[in-house]
């Protein structure tokens, strides 16, 4: 019912009218800034700096990210079903495809969940994933990666660390990786992420501090806490 707009009539009365109506509504306006979240979240300039200047493979394709939608369900169904990401998932059990349905729909009218395709060239090549952590303003975003199985060991998912946390310079990330997955453990290590306190998490700073510190950007790859 509510959009991220209201359309009224060029006339001073229905504008007053509308107003009034919102002043009312704290509830419309919160749905209206949800709507307005989901057609624009404010990483625009992130994501042109990464277009203008992309990571690349270690074949020399660019690496980039774009924002999920429906129509990459099926893509992101196989790549959560993979064995190799599930080994190292919280939940072992591959989702069904009415699960994944619910699942995916949930994170794309989560506007403050971040998914993304990554792109080796043209080609989908993963996914990565910022979820928030409410009242953990430390660390207010979990990344997640999950690379295709015919993708990896190609310095992708350095790749889609790099820009995801690009498209966050602000935010600390969090990463949960399972005891075991001792590649990725090393290659988030080797990236920054320390020990977080909790077991199996691991924890980055904000870009934008590493930056100021004079610190090189971060690198990581591996699925870590697929879902």
Request: aromatic share 4%; charged share 20%.
């Amino acid at each position: 019912r509510h959009g991220p707009a209201v359309a009224v009539p060029a006339e001073a009365d229905a504008v007053a009218t509308a107003i009034s109506g919102l002043a009312g509504d704290p509830e419309g306006r919160r749905r209206m800034a949800l709507a307005a979240l989901r057609i624009c979240d404010g990483r625009g300039a992130a994501r042109v700096a990464a277009a203008i200047d992309p990571p690349r493979a270690r074949d020399g394709r660019p690496v980039t990210l774009r924002p999920a939608t429906p129509a990459d369900a099926a893509d992101l169904l196989a790549w959560r079903r993979d064995p190799a990401a599930r080994a190292f998932a919280r939940n072992p059990e591959a989702p069904s495809e009415e699960e994944h349905a619910r699942w995916l729909v949930g994170r794309l009218a989560d506007p403050g969940c971040l998914i993304n395709v990554i792109l080796h060239g043209d080609a989908p090549a993963g996914t990565v994933r910022l979820d928030p952590r409410p009242g953990r303003s430390h660390c207010p975003y979990e990344v997640s990666i999950n690379i295709a199985a015919g993708s990896r060991r190609l310095g992708i998912g350095r790749a889609a660390l790099a820009l995801a946390r690009r498209l966050v310079p602000e935010a600390g990330l969090c990463a949960y990786v399972m005891a075991g997955n001792s590649a990725s453990r090393a290659l988030f290590a080797d990236a920054g992420f320390q020990p977080a306190g909790e077991p199996d998490w691991y924890a980055a700073p904000p870009l934008a501090a590493e930056a100021g510190a004079g610190v090189a950007g971060p690198h990581a790859t591996m699925p870590a806490g697929a879902s």
